[in-house]
């Protein structure tokens, strides 16, 4: 079984950083953030094999965020820089067992956190 709880976020202004971190209980293959913004789908952030490499970035968040493992306190973070306004959304961890699983495909996940909020105000 599979448990996920983000923690982080927040709000800041337009040019500032940010950090969500993802507790990861289980062994899933592949962990993804994803985020949804009010009145739009679900896009996938970016995304690590959990046990190394495979790392994956949309073409919007590429540069500005990190994604990566902390070992010790079995965490999948996200480190967000240089945020935009168009960054706000409910960002959400997602975990699969999957090893063929599409990092960016919502549907392929199987185990989701209960989200957490980032603001970014201009």
């Known amino acids: 079984q599979v448990r996920l709880a983000e923690s982080g976020g927040g709000s800041v202004q337009a040019g500032g950083s940010l950090r969500v971190s993802c507790a990861v209980s289980g062994d899933p293959w592949r962990i993804t953030w994803f985020r949804q913004a009010p009145g739009k789908e679900r896009e996938a952030v970016a995304s690590?094999?959990?046990?190394?490499?495979?790392?994956f970035y949309a073409g919007s968040v590429k540069d500005r965020f990190t994604i990566s493992r902390d070992n010790a306190k079995n965490t999948v973070d996200l480190q967000m820089n240089n945020l935009e306004p168009e960054d706000t959304a409910e960002y959400l961890c997602?975990?699969?067992?999957?090893?063929?699983?599409?990092?960016?495909?919502?549907?392929?996940?199987?185990?989701w956190g209960q989200g957490t909020m980032v603001t970014v105000s201009s």
């Open positions: 690590l094999r959990m046990a190394g490499g495979g790392i």
């Open positions: 997602a975990a699969t067992p999957n090893g063929v699983a599409p990092w960016y495909d919502p549907t392929a996940f199987e185990y």
